[in-house]
């Protein structure tokens, strides 16, 4: 089963009885007793079935007690079973942080606890609970900071005692098989998103399905259903649970039928809305899928936007006891994963959600000692109320949980009434809290909805929707499940008839015709909103919320927790707000609100109302804070990807492979560095200069450029007078930027009328057609620039040798008569390849490359190493050419160029046609301006003083060899007046050279140089060296001549 | 980053297909007798306002065209109607 492949309705039906601990496995149980897995906890074996999260499974084994808190390391428990909180963060198979609340139970998984030692019912640091005196709200910027040098101390200390999971760098912990599965990418495109997979959402699905539009549903849960999935309560006469697999049924159905239409995804939560409706999330790999976790983005038209809604935690006393969990919890380990939440039970609630719940639990055994619900007399749901008071559990109606008992765990709880004075207190092991239910926002802050508190459903909502986005579902404040389903008609609907217009416009433009059928599908989508419309607005709309901010009797001695992930308790918002940081946005900064995993996905609201309330402000004045992506947490293995290496290859790859190179990334190539384990590459160089090398220079960039205009965009960006370029003969230039830095150097030869061949350096062969495109954009040029650089291989071949070579493997004249140096010829090699063939010194050494079609690179190579065999010939890699060409003086950008310099800077000021200021050469003013200006730095060459042997005895320079390596600093009178680009040490000379950029006139030829490095830190070394005109090595040029 | 530019010639793209190529500021001056400020002042120097501007793209991983197009810096999205001009 692929992605999206997964059978969303189908419920696992109970085959085997339950196992002990565990509830009957009900028509809505997902787990299968039938296939026990076998895991460890802290290394004891333990038993879950396929079907149970992480947490389902430790839970019915008793487990309680999941972790320990941030700061006061208190003992944490199961809470909402989707995830939401930090509590049930453990290290799953070595890997930290891994949600046990929504992660899939596998056999064999190794499950340790986090932020303790050992076993998390005893931690060494739960002394800290104590201490939250010195724990005030931005204690880490106010209290730990005096005295200074103490700092270090207390970060350090806290560091280890704070914190949640701890990445393993070395190895991955136990095994590293978890990160290290496979990670994918998808990339989708959609007419409409849908981002929730309940009622709502498989509403607008299908709506938009129905208008053949391409859909793609996102659902965070392993199942479509949303609300419904758990839910056995009737409606209609049929069973909540089964409307949602009616629904689920039909839009898998509508997928079967065209599914390169309608997509679904389970196990894929959304991590965010981009710009123009780029949705982004990832999907859990499950059952067979290929991958781990699979990373997608989906470019959508319109975005439907159905998350549903979360509990709204309560705040009171204690509020963080394992026991104390959320109503969507408890109902879920027992409906959905048949685990016994608790024996005894407490409710305290704000929603009928609640209510129907506890009467839930109380029919599968739970014994249920009290509800309180939040609301006053006569806002529940009666009939729920009924079948409550009918088994004898007393609903307290504007009463709340004021605090939970108990140390490890829950043992007893307090209700008290909102208003008025009196308590109850009830033993219990469970108390299932919450204030009601709120939207999940954190999609519509994403796409940049603004939004606000709506004072009638006590939740946020928007005000205003992004062009394109659309709302649908419970987050809207609609509970009736047919008023769930007609929003995410309309919704679906309204989606369908914007994407109609936005195409219709594209096709207005692309030809104005077709009015009348595009008014036609205009009347049609108006039609089906307008009738969705009625159909939606003849239901129930949203019903009243809950508006409670915080438990009765808050704060008496007691922590009441806002934030559970930051351990960030309501004394420490009254402290921030009393300190002047009363708005969320700041109380987040001050008092770490809200930054853990959580991100105010949970906390947000409770936060914003309680900060109101202190302001004095009425609770329409919280104001949502920004939540960011991800939404949802993927790993960072999937954010990472699965990280493949792209890169090019040369046609001759496999042949110097064959030979022993070294291969290194160069730009976007891999390229030949070294022929043996000899990093300065001795033996390569001495047989080049002696003998004849042979070099693969495929990735060099080579261009044809022709029509009436070539000329003209070649004068434009070249530097020197191109009307020089000749048949025959190679013209060498350089390109400089609008600074007059040179970027680029090259050969251009003339082959025909207003046609030209031209080679760059290998780094520009990608970006040349654009430079000269843009420096061209205005001119309306008429030219085409082809880039050959893929199409044809190079070889180049160089040393004394090289021409009786050549001769072995061609008729062509290759006499110095000829074929004079610069020359470029047209010849034929072997058995008729025909190859442009170009007489070149970059190396110093009589030279010729030949440029020939890859496909027949292999070819030539074998002939000449064949031809050569008698001449000595043998490779050679780039870090041979890259000394040979510094032994010439030859510059390399990025070596001896660099953003500081200018061309004249480096000593090629003579490639500039400076006369020419009609073809608006690039770089020429910037010339001009610059070439008088003094203290510029300038290149130079240098012999440094001595052998250039390193003390040693290597010929690699660097700190503690008295010889200095690339990137020395030269310094005069204990300042930095410049650096080392190339230093080597030449066997053929029986020096070291070099080349620096130093400021001009700072020391002139035959001057010294102070060039400076450490030996160690803090142990400076000094060597000297004497400027001398490059190039080095065969300073009047004659061999490439010879 | 996640906006879409319309190419001329390929229609609407991401924009990570395109490389930007700076505001529009007018061909480049007349070299003949430009002095050294008034060149550096078009090299180095924009007016960033915040409301929508013109600029140049450069379609790379498509059909390899410079245009024109207008964006707005604040909202980061091309403007509706910002036809590709070649």
């Given at each position: 089963m692929g992605m999206g492949d997964r059978d969303g309705a189908g419920v696992v039906a109970d085959r085997a009885g339950p196992p002990e601990g565990r509830l009957p496995g009900g028509p809505t149980c997902r787990?299968?007793?039938?296939?026990?897995?076998?895991?460890?906890?802290?290394?004891?074996?333990?038993?879950?079935?396929?079907?149970?999260?992480?947490?389902?499974?430790?839970?019915?084994?008793?487990?309680?007690?999941?972790?320990?808190?941030?700061?006061?390391?208190?003992?944490?428990?199961?809470?909402?079973?989707?995830?939401?909180?930090?509590?049930?963060?453990?290290?799953?198979?070595?890997?930290?942080?891994?949600?046990?609340?929504?992660?899939?139970?596998?056999?064999?998984?190794?499950?340790?606890?986090?932020?303790?030692?050992?076993?998390?019912?005893?931690?060494?640091?739960?002394?800290?609970?104590?201490?939250?005196?010195?724990?005030?709200?931005?204690?880490?910027?106010?209290?730990?900071?005096?005295?200074?040098?103490?700092?270090?101390?207390?970060?350090?200390?806290?560091?280890?005692?704070?914190?949640?999971?701890?990445?393993?760098?070395?190895?991955?912990?136990?095994?590293?098989?978890?990160?290290?599965?496979?990670?994918?990418?998808?990339?989708?495109?959609?007419?409409?998103?849908v981002i929730g997979g309940g009622a709502g959402g498989m509403a607008a699905a299908l709506a938009a399905a129905e208008s053949g539009l391409r859909v793609c549903l996102f659902e965070r849960r392993g199942w479509l259903g949303g609300h419904l999935d758990w839910r056995t309560r009737d409606f209609d006469g049929v069973a909540l649970h089964r409307r949602g697999e009616a629904l689920a049924a039909r839009l898998l159905e509508a997928r079967s039928r065209s599914p390169e239409i309608v997509k679904v995804f389970t196990s894929s939560p959304v991590t965010g809305v981009w710009g123009e409706n780029l949705v982004t999330g990832f999907t859990v790999g499950t059952g067979d899928d290929p991958f781990r976790e699979c990373h997608w983005e989906c470019r959508a038209e319109t975005v439907v936007v159905a998350a549903g809604c979360m509990d709204r935690p309560l705040v009171f006393n204690q509020n963080d006891r394992p026991g104390v969990m959320q109503v969507g919890a408890a109902w879920r380990l027992a409906r959905t994963y048949a685990v016994r939440p608790g024996g005894v039970a407490v409710f305290s609630v704000g929603d009928d959600l609640g209510l129907e719940a506890a009467a839930d639990l109380a029919e599968l055994g739970v014994e249920i000692r009290a509800v309180a619900d939040a609301r006053e007399v006569g806002r529940q749901d009666a009939e729920l109320v009924a079948a409550l008071e009918e088994r004898g559990i007393p609903v307290l109606s504007g009463w709340a949980a004021s605090r939970a008992m108990g140390r490890g765990q829950v043992k007893a709880c307090e209700l008290r009434p909102l208003n008025g004075t009196g308590s109850r207190r009830f033993r219990c092991d469970l108390l299932v809290a919450n204030a009601g239910m709120q939207p999940r926002i954190g999609v519509l802050a994403s796409v940049g909805a603004r939004l606000a508190y709506c004072s009638h459903t006590h939740g946020y909502r928007p005000i205003e929707l992004p062009p394109g986005v659309f709302l649908a579902g419970s987050m809207t404040g609609l509970r009736d499940p047919r008023s769930i389903e007609a929003s995410g008609r309309?919704?679906?609907?309204?989606?369908?008839?914007?994407?109609?217009?936005?195409?219709?416009?594209?096709?207005?433009?692309?030809?104005?015709?077709?009015?009348?059928?595009?008014?036609?599908?205009?009347?049609?989508?108006?039609?089906?909103?307008?009738?969705?419309?009625?159909?939606?607005?003849?239901?129930?709309?949203?019903?009243?919320?809950?508006?409670?901010?915080?438990?009765?009797?808050?704060?008496?001695?007691?922590?009441?927790?806002?934030?559970?992930?930051?351990?960030?308790?309501?004394?420490?918002?009254?402290e921030s707000a009393r300190q002047g940081f009363d708005v969320p946005e700041l109380a987040k900064r001050f008092g770490g609100f809200g930054l853990g995993p959580g991100q105010y996905r949970v906390a947000g609201q409770n936060l914003a109302m309680i900060m109101a309330e202190m302001r004095g402000d009425p609770v329409e004045a919280a104001t949502p804070t920004t939540m960011r992506p991800p939404l949802a947490p993927p790993s960072l293995a999937t954010v990472a990807g699965p990280n493949h290496d792209v890169h090019k290859r040369t046609p001759l790859h496999g042949e110097l492979a064959g030979l022993g190179a070294i291969f290194r990334r160069a730009g976007a190539w891999e390229r030949a560095r070294h022929f043996s384990e000899d990093r300065a590459c001795r033996d390569e160089i001495r047989n080049v200069r002696r003998n004849v090398g042979i070099l693969d220079s495929s990735p060099l960039g080579k261009f044809r450029i022709f029509g009436p205009d070539a000329l003209e965009a070649l004068q434009r960006v070249y530097i020197s007078d191109m009307r020089g370029a000749r048949r025959g003969r190679c013209k060498y230039s350089a390109m400089c930027n609008d600074m007059g830095q040179l970027v680029d150097d090259g050969l251009v030869v003339r082959e025909g009328e207003n046609d030209y061949y031209l080679t760059t350096s290998s780094g520009r062969a990608g970006p040349t057609v654009e430079w000269f495109r843009y420096h061209t954009r205005y001119d309306g040029w008429d030219y085409n620039l082809v880039n050959l650089t893929?199409?044809?291989?190079?070889?180049?071949?160089?040393g004394p040798n090289a021409r009786k070579v050549l001769d072995r493997v061609t008729d062509s004249d290759v006499s110095n008569g000829g074929f004079p140096y610069l020359g470029c010829r047209r010849i034929t090699i072997g058995d008729g390849v025909e190859a442009r063939c170009l007489r070149l010194g970059f190396v110093g050494e009589l030279s010729f490359e030949l440029h020939v079609p890859s496909s027949y690179c292999r070819y030539v190579w074998d002939l000449l190493i064949e031809a050569g065999a008698d001449f000595g010939i043998r490779p050679f890699g780039l870090e041979a050419q890259y000394c040979l060409r510094a032994e010439k003086g030859h510059v390399i950008i990025g070596a001896e160029s660099e953003a500081r310099v200018t061309l004249t800077d480096i000593g090629m000021g003579w490639l500039w046609d400076r006369e020419d200021t009609a073809s608006q050469k690039v770089g020429a003013p910037a010339l001009r301006a610059c070439e008088k200006q003094p203290g510029r730095m300038k290149l130079v060459g240098f012999r440094v003083d001595g052998s250039g042997r390193g003390r040693n005895g290597r010929d690699g320079g660097g700190p503690g060899s008295g010889s200095p390596r690339d990137g020395a600093v030269v310094v005069d009178g204990g300042e930095i007046v410049g650096y080392v680009c190339t230093t080597r040490r030449s066997e053929a000379l029986g020096w070291r050279y070099g080349m620096a950029l130093v400021r001009e006139g700072v020391v002139g030829l035959g001057g010294r140089l102070l060039i400076r490095q450490e030996e160690s830190p803090g142990r400076p070394e000094i060597c000297t060296a004497t400027v001398v005109p490059p190039p080095f090595y065969d300073p009047e040029g004659g061999k490439p001549r010879s | 980053m996640t906006f879409r530019l319309t190419c001329p010639v390929c229609g609407k793209r991401d924009v990570y297909e395109f490389t930007f190529g700076g505001q529009e500021r007018g061909p480049r001056p007349t070299q003949e007798g430009l002095g050294a400020e008034e060149h550096f002042r078009w090299v180095q120097f924009r007016l960033i306002p915040g409301e929508p501007r013109e600029e140049w793209w450069y379609h790379g991983q498509g059909c390899g065209v410079w245009f024109r197009t207008t964006r707005d810096p604040v909202a980061n999205r091309e403007v509706e109607g910002g036809d590709g001009d070649g």
């Open positions: 787990v299968d007793f039938s296939r026990p897995l076998d895991f460890t906890f802290l290394g004891r074996p333990v038993t879950g079935f396929a079907g149970d999260t992480v947490a389902s499974a430790l839970y019915a084994a008793g487990v309680r007690i999941f972790g320990r808190s941030l700061k006061y390391h208190r003992p944490r428990g199961l809470y909402s079973m989707d995830g939401e909180s930090s509590n049930t963060l453990m290290r799953i198979d070595g890997v930290p942080n891994e949600c046990a609340e929504t992660t899939e139970l596998r056999a064999g998984m190794s499950v340790r606890a986090q932020n303790v030692r050992g076993d998390p019912r005893r931690d060494v640091f739960g002394f800290l609970d104590a201490f939250d005196r010195m724990m005030p709200a931005g204690f880490y910027y106010r209290v730990f900071h005096r005295p200074r040098r103490a700092w270090p101390i207390f970060q350090n200390g806290l560091r280890r005692m704070a914190g949640t999971g701890v990445l393993d760098p070395v190895g991955f912990g136990d095994g590293g098989r978890a990160e290290s599965g496979v990670r994918a990418e998808r990339y989708l495109n959609a007419d409409v998103a309309l919704a679906g609907h309204g989606a369908v008839t914007c994407c109609l217009d936005g195409a219709q416009e594209r096709a207005g433009k692309a030809a104005a015709t077709g009015g009348r059928e595009a008014e036609a599908t205009d009347r049609h989508g108006a039609a089906s909103v307008a009738t969705a419309r009625r159909d939606a607005d003849a239901l129930p709309g949203p019903v009243a919320g809950c508006g409670i901010r915080h438990g009765p009797g808050i704060g008496r001695g007691a922590k009441a927790f806002v934030d559970l992930d930051e351990d960030g308790t309501y004394k420490n918002v009254v893929d199409v044809l291989g190079s070889l180049n071949i160089a | -």
